[in-house]
T-cell receptor
């Protein structure tokens, strides 16, 4: 079963603009992670935010977490054509399982 | 450094045939290992995970099975494939010894088409 649901399902922006993707989930979590997938490839881990954290940065990425609303957002600033990919959130609890959402397809137009 | 190998990259199999997908990890010991399946344009569905040799947890009842014969080897199998088994199969590992969901490291996947 899927825990997270990303919004929007697809996003098209111009190079240089910011891209914001949202993730909502249903149950209590230990942490939330964001991954990127280029077409036909495996996923690559981008950033992990723990349930007691509210915001985290990594380069051009900014992730926020609101546990009261059970939601997270991923912001990519100053987007580049190379950022074109699908982005997934994944939630972890106290088990070994990591449950993924359905993803947002991002297209950055040159 | 750690690496993960998954093969084959693509596979076309007839309905009713057996399946064996293999995944190996190098450069780490006692990893947690995972098999996910991704339908076209969709998210990832967790199929199996393993926290040690011979320890397999199944998430979805189906005609697939998994085995971990060695510490860093994870195998996905089926005795008889169904059309609905078509998809993109991804193997992943994470740091073992803890259950706080360390980041997953994925292989490049196997695209399986059942005809």
């Amino acid at each position: 079963s899927q825990q997270g649901e990303e919004d929007p399902q697809a996003l098209s922006i111009q190079e240089g603009e910011n891209a914001t993707m949202n993730c909502s989930y249903k149950t209590s979590i230990n942490n939330l992670q964001w991954y990127r997938q280029n077409s036909g490839r495996g996923l690559v881990h981008l950033i992990l935010i723990r349930s007691n954290e509210r915001e985290k940065h990594s380069g051009r990425l900014r992730v926020t977490l609101d546990t009261s609303k059970k939601s997270s957002s991923l912001l990519i600033t100053a987007s580049r054509a190379a950022d074109t990919a699908s982005y997934f959130c994944a939630t972890g609890d106290s088990s070994y399982k990591l449950i993924f959402g359905s993803g947002t397809r991002l297209l950055v137009r040159p | 450094s750690q690496t993960i190998h998954q093969w084959p990259a693509t596979l076309v199999q007839p309905v009713g045939s057996p399946l064996s997908l293999e995944c190996t990890v190098e450069g780490t010991s006692n990893p947690n290992l995972y098999w996910y399946r991704q339908a076209a344009g969709r998210g990832l569905q967790l199929l199996f995970y393993s926290v040690g040799i011979g320890q397999i947890s199944s998430e979805v009842p189906q005609n697939l099975s998994a085995s971990r014969p060695q510490d860093r080897q994870f195998i996905l199998s089926s005795k008889k494939l169904l059309l609905s088994d078509s998809g993109f199969y991804l193997c992943a590992w994470s740091r073992g010894g803890q259950s706080d969901n360390s980041p997953l490291h994925f292989g490049n996947g196997t695209r399986l088409t059942v005809t």
